[in-house]
């Protein structure tokens, strides 16, 4: 945990107000086997037109009406396969560490507290400084779906800003 704090205290120090090759978000999830909602925060680095790398933090509460109480830290690609001038959708590539708090009150004979979970998915986005998303992913490990939905501020950015309908200045982090 406390590298993931080093890491996106590193990213969001690094940018400035100028910076269109990173941005910083939040989200709440969804669980559907296990019925259970979370929330998470990510960094979203930009190092290449439509490719991202997006370290992420996200943990499911203990509420008495979730199933899974849980702490997953990891590392996302994605890849935007259409980009239109409003918005785009982008493939998920998840690798993370989960630490199952409540892993015990589990029924799986196979439950312990420290797992490693693979995931994928698809995503849609909007393109301006503020980015509402909305992500569908699988998880491989535990055969599990859950949708992530949140927003995305990139600082610096003026697409869609300049009044005249979204045809604003692009950011570079999109100049295809």
């Known amino acids: 945990m406390r590298a993931f704090t080093?890491?996106?205290a590193i990213a969001f120090l690094s940018f400035s107000a100028q910076s269109q090759n990173i941005g910083i978000g939040a989200d709440?999830?969804?669980n559907f086997q296990t019925e259970s909602f979370g929330a998470g925060a990510r960094v979203s680095i930009f190092p290449y037109n439509r490719l991202s790398i997006v370290p992420q933090v996200a943990y499911y509460f203990p509420f008495s009406f979730n199933k899974v109480n849980e702490l997953n830290l990891g590392l996302a690609l994605e890849y935007k396969f259409?980009?239109?001038?409003?918005?785009h959708i982008?493939?998920?590539a998840h690798g993370a560490y989960n630490r199952w708090l409540n892993y015990a009150e589990s029924p799986m004979a196979t439950a312990k507290p420290t797992n490693l979970n693979l995931e994928g998915g698809l995503g849609i986005s909007t393109n301006g400084r503020l980015r509402p998303f909305l992500e569908y992913r699988y998880n491989i490990r535990f055969l599990e779906t859950h949708l992530r939905l949140g927003i995305l501020y990139i600082p610096g950015s003026n697409h869609g800003s300049s009044g005249s309908g979204?045809?604003?200045r692009r950011c570079d982090a999109y100049n295809n």
């Open 6 to 8: 080093l890491l996106i």
């Open 28 to 30: 709440v999830m969804y």
């Open 82 to 87: 259409i980009y239109r001038e409003r918005f």
């Open 90 to 92: 982008y493939a998920i």
């Open 166 to 168: 979204g045809h604003g």
